[in-house]
Protein backbone atom coordinates (compact mmCIF):
# COMPACT_ATOMS: atom_id res chain seq x y z
CA UNK A 1 0.00 0.00 0.00
CA UNK A 2 1.30 3.25 -1.25
CA UNK A 3 2.74 5.74 1.74
CA UNK A 4 1.13 8.92 -0.36
CA UNK A 5 -1.75 9.30 -2.62
CA UNK A 6 -1.51 8.44 -6.35
CA UNK A 7 -1.93 11.58 -8.38
CA UNK A 8 -4.04 10.92 -11.32
CA UNK A 9 -3.84 13.54 -14.28
CA UNK A 10 -7.70 14.83 -13.67
CA UNK A 11 -6.68 16.30 -10.35
CA UNK A 12 -3.15 17.40 -10.81
CA UNK A 13 -1.73 21.05 -11.11
CA UNK A 14 -0.22 22.37 -14.12
CA UNK A 15 3.41 21.36 -12.78
CA UNK A 16 2.48 17.32 -12.96
CA UNK A 17 0.24 18.17 -15.96
CA UNK A 18 3.42 18.98 -18.15
CA UNK A 19 5.17 15.97 -16.84
CA UNK A 20 2.50 13.66 -17.44
CA UNK A 21 2.14 14.90 -20.73
CA UNK A 22 5.95 14.73 -21.73
CA UNK A 23 5.49 10.83 -19.67
CA UNK A 24 3.00 10.42 -22.57
CA UNK A 25 5.07 11.61 -25.50
CA UNK A 26 8.14 10.18 -24.91
CA UNK A 27 6.67 6.87 -24.35
CA UNK A 28 4.33 7.19 -26.85
CA UNK A 29 1.37 5.90 -24.35
CA UNK A 30 -1.75 7.32 -22.33
CA UNK A 31 -0.51 5.20 -19.65
CA UNK A 32 1.56 7.18 -16.55
CA UNK A 33 2.44 4.77 -14.09
CA UNK A 34 2.21 4.60 -10.51
CA UNK A 35 5.72 5.92 -9.66
CA UNK A 36 4.90 8.33 -11.60
CA UNK A 37 1.56 9.36 -9.75
CA UNK A 38 3.41 8.90 -6.62
CA UNK A 39 6.15 11.37 -6.91
CA UNK A 40 3.92 14.17 -8.13
CA UNK A 41 2.78 14.43 -4.69
CA UNK A 42 6.17 16.89 -4.99
CA UNK A 43 5.83 18.24 -8.35
CA UNK A 44 9.90 19.49 -8.23
CA UNK A 45 10.76 15.95 -7.71
CA UNK A 46 8.89 14.69 -10.20
CA UNK A 47 10.38 17.18 -12.71
CA UNK A 48 13.73 16.79 -11.77
CA UNK A 49 13.54 12.72 -11.51
CA UNK A 50 11.90 12.47 -15.24
CA UNK A 51 14.32 14.59 -16.16
CA UNK A 52 16.91 13.05 -15.36
CA UNK A 53 15.44 9.49 -16.46
CA UNK A 54 14.72 10.65 -20.05
CA UNK A 55 18.48 11.95 -20.33
CA UNK A 56 20.38 8.84 -18.50
CA UNK A 57 17.82 5.86 -20.15
CA UNK A 58 18.29 7.83 -23.56
CA UNK A 59 19.92 6.20 -26.57
CA UNK A 60 23.69 6.50 -26.16
CA UNK A 61 27.36 4.86 -25.57
CA UNK A 62 25.27 1.94 -24.12
CA UNK A 63 21.95 0.77 -25.87
CA UNK A 64 18.34 1.35 -24.48
CA UNK A 65 18.02 -2.99 -23.90
CA UNK A 66 21.42 -3.24 -22.03
CA UNK A 67 20.30 0.24 -19.62
CA UNK A 68 17.20 -1.81 -18.50
CA UNK A 69 18.70 -4.94 -17.88
CA UNK A 70 21.51 -2.73 -15.35
CA UNK A 71 18.65 -1.24 -14.00
CA UNK A 72 16.92 -4.81 -13.43
CA UNK A 73 20.01 -6.12 -11.92
CA UNK A 74 20.53 -2.89 -9.34
CA UNK A 75 16.82 -3.37 -8.93
CA UNK A 76 17.16 -6.82 -7.57
CA UNK A 77 20.28 -5.91 -5.24
CA UNK A 78 18.36 -2.70 -4.18
CA UNK A 79 15.11 -5.34 -3.38
CA UNK A 80 12.63 -3.15 -5.46
CA UNK A 81 9.87 -4.65 -6.44
CA UNK A 82 8.25 -2.29 -8.38
CA UNK A 83 11.48 -1.36 -10.15
CA UNK A 84 12.23 -4.80 -10.89
CA UNK A 85 8.70 -5.00 -12.53
CA UNK A 86 8.75 -2.35 -14.44
CA UNK A 87 11.79 -2.57 -15.73
CA UNK A 88 11.49 -6.49 -16.85
CA UNK A 89 8.44 -5.13 -18.87
CA UNK A 90 10.26 -2.71 -20.69
CA UNK A 91 13.83 -4.52 -21.15
CA UNK A 92 11.03 -7.21 -22.52
CA UNK A 93 9.30 -4.05 -24.52
CA UNK A 94 12.34 -3.36 -26.19
CA UNK A 95 13.25 -6.96 -27.53
CA UNK A 96 15.23 -9.01 -24.03
CA UNK A 97 14.41 -12.65 -25.35
CA UNK A 98 13.54 -15.13 -22.47
CA UNK A 99 16.79 -16.52 -22.97
CA UNK A 100 18.59 -13.03 -22.15
CA UNK A 101 16.24 -12.90 -19.59
CA UNK A 102 17.33 -15.71 -17.56
CA UNK A 103 21.12 -15.56 -18.80
CA UNK A 104 20.41 -12.03 -17.07
CA UNK A 105 19.32 -13.03 -13.72
CA UNK A 106 22.00 -16.35 -13.62
CA UNK A 107 24.39 -13.50 -13.51
CA UNK A 108 22.94 -11.58 -10.92
CA UNK A 109 22.68 -14.34 -8.91
CA UNK A 110 26.42 -15.24 -9.12
CA UNK A 111 27.48 -11.49 -8.38
CA UNK A 112 24.97 -11.11 -5.23
CA UNK A 113 26.80 -15.15 -4.25
CA UNK A 114 30.08 -13.69 -5.15
CA UNK A 115 29.56 -10.34 -3.61
CA UNK A 116 28.13 -12.14 -0.22
CA UNK A 117 31.38 -14.11 -0.32
CA UNK A 118 34.36 -11.28 -1.25
CA UNK A 119 32.24 -9.03 1.55
CA UNK A 120 32.43 -12.12 4.34
CA UNK A 121 35.46 -12.98 4.46
CA UNK A 122 37.13 -9.02 3.73
CA UNK A 123 39.09 -10.22 0.67
CA UNK A 124 42.04 -7.39 -0.46
CA UNK A 125 41.38 -5.97 -3.58
CA UNK A 126 44.11 -7.02 -5.72
CA UNK A 127 46.46 -3.93 -6.99
CA UNK A 128 46.46 -5.05 -10.44
CA UNK A 129 42.10 -3.91 -10.63
CA UNK A 130 43.21 -0.24 -9.70
CA UNK A 131 45.11 0.24 -12.60
CA UNK A 132 43.42 1.60 -15.77
Not at 38 to 43: G, I, K, R, S, V
Not at 59 to 88: D, F, Q, R, W
Request: net charge negative; charged share 20%.
Amino acid sequence: MSTVKLVEYEEAGAEVRTVYDDIRRVRQTDYINNFWKALANYPAALQRVWAAGKEVMAPGEIEALTKEMIYIAVSVANACEYCVHSHTSAAFGKGMTEAQYGELLAVIALAQQNNGLASGMQVPVDEIYFQK
